[in-house]
């Protein structure tokens, strides 16, 4: 008989759960190929593939209008002040949440380039993990996968059960042309559960239209509105995102917004811009106040966790697009598109060959639920957390797993868990599993781009020490410089 393991460290380790690292600070080689436009009009380089009202998402676009990052994590970029969301599951009354929840998603709205940027389409496949460690000792874990290409359907996952919250969402990102200009946005809605008050909150994304397709500079901003509501309490919000005019730039990033009591009744107004600060104002009492300011929100962002680069599978967005992201940000325009290609290519490749073998590509996280547009985290759990029979929750290869309180583990009970764990790790030397046939060729392509960065690092060692050589043996003394040492003494 196998001796029960009571859970500690050497059980966890056994259990295999996801290491997460704190992320590296973006480098300001990445910063700028966030923030700056080159300038060139695009219109000439797309033109030939476009026709009035087609959507974007079949249109190859020049890498210097591409963000270094795939969708899958830029979706995170909703989620950077998770303080906020987990305040509005825990506040008392169902009116403050809605506030509070409100106030969590605009909160994510600052985060965007000034340049007219796009993330990268998702491969099919693809996913994304990280993680949130918070004070109060609970986390926040989000998972994402691409689980449609046509049309182009992002799966999101996202809870902190501790907390009293999970959420979900399968989005489609869609970008049309509509001659002058051009819009993009996600179709879908967020559904989220408040576990503690059994609430349920759904709400939309706003669009992006970007302008100066034509003549440059590119510009976007975001236009449309936003819809809150709460099934059970009815209380709804209603966010306008208000776009400049042809004569005027007074709307640039100016919101109007409204939530309403559940007998409609508007109770408090929200304005402002949402990259500095917003005001909400209670209609009521006429008391205004501030929602947020961004430079005050930025002092309490907290860390994102993320997989170390040799650690992550080749189809975690960060490793599948490295070499992608490392030409845009060297500003190398023209390889840039050659790895994008080649990554096009290689899903257009398993396309055929699963069309050859009549077999559909699996979803590792997701299950469909119908169609294309509605997809379930396999492991979901919507159920409010009970700290009286519940312990640690953990993440292990793109399964969410909630540990008994004072659970004791045999062999057997180990094996159970791991026994469905889409993405295991594996060891040094050995193939990851679940590699697609035609994405294979990634795994020298992966071991080329850490020899070339160890091989960078030895040049720069070098350089350094033939630097501090040089100085060495410079003279000082501008007569020096002119006269050997030995001539000088002599003379």
């Not at 697009?321 to 190398?332: E, H, L, P, T, Y």
């Not at 294309?372 to 159920?383: F, G, M, T």
């Amino acid at each position: 008989m196998t001796t029960p393991i009571r859970i500690d460290s050497d059980a966890i380790k056994q259990l295999h759960g996801t290491v997460y690292v704190q992320q590296e600070e973006k480098t300001q080689e990445f910063v700028d190929a966030m923030e700056k436009g080159d300038g060139k009009s695009i219109i000439w380089e797309i033109l030939k593939q476009l026709r009035p009202g087609m959507s974007l998402e079949r249109i190859t676009m020049p890498t210097h209008v591409m963000e270094p990052r795939s969708l899958l994590e830029k979706l995170t970029d909703y989620f950077t002040h998770l303080d906020l969301v987990n305040a509005a599951a825990n506040a008392p009354t169902a009116e403050e949440r809605m506030v509070k929840l409100v106030q969590f998603f605009l909160s994510g709205f600052y985060i965007t380039p000034k340049a007219c940027k796009k993330p990268y389409n998702p491969l099919l496949g693809e996913f994304y993990r990280t993680s949130w460690s918070h004070a109060d000792g609970s986390k926040t874990f989000f998972i994402a996968e691409q689980t449609s290409h046509h049309p182009p359907v992002s799966s999101i996952y996202a809870c902190n059960r501790q907390a009293g919250w999970v959420g979900t969402g399968s989005l489609d990102f869609v970008t049309t042309f509509n001659g002058l200009s051009a819009s993009a946005g996600i179709q879908g809605l967020i559904k989220a559960k408040f576990t503690k008050f059994d609430e349920d909150y759904e709400w939309n994304f706003p669009m992006a239209l970007v302008t100066g397709i034509y003549i440059p500079p590119l510009t976007m901003e975001i236009g449309g509105v936003l819809n809150f509501v709460c099934k059970q309490s009815g209380y709804k919000a209603k966010v306008e995102f208000k776009t400049m005019s042809m004569f005027s730039s007074s709307n640039y990033r100016q919101i109007n917004g409204i939530i309403s009591d559940p007998e409609g009744k508007p109770i408090y107004e929200i304005n402002g811009r949402y990259d500095e600060e917003l005001f909400i104002t209670d209609k009521r009492t006429k008391e205004k106040k501030s929602f947020f300011k961004v430079e005050e929100l930025k002092k309490t962002k907290e860390q994102r966790l993320v997989r170390e680069f040799d650690k992550l599978h080749p189809f975690e967005s960060e490793k599948l697009f490295k070499r992608v992201s490392d030409a845009i940000i060297k500003n190398d325009q023209n390889l840039a598109m050659e790895e994008k290609f080649v990554l096009e290519e290689a899903q257009r490749t398993q396309r055929k060959l699963n069309d050859e073998k009549k077999v559909e590509q699996e979803r590792r996280l997701f299950d469909k639920q119908g169609s294309d547009h509605d997809w379930k985290y396999k492991w979901e759990n919507w159920n409010k957390y009970d700290p009286e029979t519940e312990g640690e929750e953990l993440e292990i290869g793109g399964k969410i797993v909630t540990l008994k309180k004072n659970e004791v583990l045999n062999e057997e009970r180990i094996k159970e868990i791991l026994s469905d764990v889409p993405y295991p790790d594996w060891k040094e030397g050995e193939e990851p599993p679940h590699m697609l046939e035609s994405f294979k060729f990634l795994l020298d392509r992966y071991k080329k781009v850490e020899d070339n960065k160890d091989k960078e690092e030895e040049n720069k060692e070098e350089e350094n020490k033939e630097t501090e050589e040089k100085k060495e043996e410079t003279p000082t003394n501008e007569n020096d410089s002119l006269c050997p040492k030995a001539v000088v003494a002599k003379a």
